[in-house]
């Protein structure tokens, strides 16, 4: 301690501080109180400015953490209407989606008002079966049966071939195992749909049994028989997009594009009951 006191910080400090309080109390006693306080100003102006700066800076700070927390508000704000106006628009979507299934549904219903229809939805479908096998969320609870035809108002989709207490599973006529009576619908010329392993991939079935002087052309649209099948007659099957001569047969086969998108399928309706009629 005894040190710092003969240290040269100290006694320049006591000398400073000296100087400080003696030469303004000696210039305010000769009158010259104007310049002490010139002088003062002149140290003072400094920490002024510096204080000033520090506070505007703090108020600065304030200011900016202040929009910052609005601006954080405003956007969780944003936020929220976004999600109410796309939880909005999605509900729209699902109404929309329901009322046009309601207006296909009706339609079928009045176009045949002999069909009773129990609605079902996709509730899985089968890797590796190139969508030709799912599973409905109907069963023999609802009524359900095997062989039961399963259409949608644009045409024909499959059958029920396997049936549990609260779902059943459908072959569509993609599958290799199928077989429906159809016909042409502008010459009236009978063949038989059935799935085809080439095609299947491809979404497409064919048309078989047609004689090597079969009016059927590209373009045609095939319609259900109802001959020796599990379909009413008179419902779309798909249209002709290629006719080729078979070389087994010595006849022609008609490669056909369904009117129904099997691929892009929610919703079916499965054909409860029909009056039995033929072509």
Known sequence: MGRFFKSRFFVVTVIVALILVIVPSVLSAMGLSSYVRGALGM???????????????????????????????????????LEAANDQLYNASLLEEENEWMRDYLGLKRLHVDYAFEEATIIGREAG??????????????????????????????????????WCRVKTMLETASALGAYVE?????????????L?????CVMEYLGADADIRVGDRILTSGVGSIYP???????????????????????ITPAVDIGELRRVMILTGFDTYTK
């Open 186 to 198: 502008r010459s009236a010329q009978n063949g038989l749909v059935s799935g085809s392993f080439a």
């Open 233 to 255: 007659a008179g419902l779309l099957i798909g249209e002709v997009t290629a006719v080729t001569p078979d070389p087994y047969s010595r006849g022609l086969t008609a490669e």
């Open 200 to 204: 299947a991939s491809e979404g497409k």
């Open 43 to 81: 140290i003072a102006a400094p920490f002024q400015h510096a204080f000033t700066f520090v506070a505007d800076s703090v108020a600065g700070f304030g200011d900016y953490f202040t929009a910052l927390e609005e601006l954080t508000a405003e956007n969780e704000e944003l936020r929220r209407r």
């Open 129 to 166: 079966s190139y969508l030709t096998v799912f599973t409905l969320n109907r069963g023999s609870l609802h009524g359900i049966e095997v062989d039961m035809p399963v259409l949608v108002d644009t045409g024909i989709v499959g059958a029920v071939v396997e049936v549990g207490p609260t």
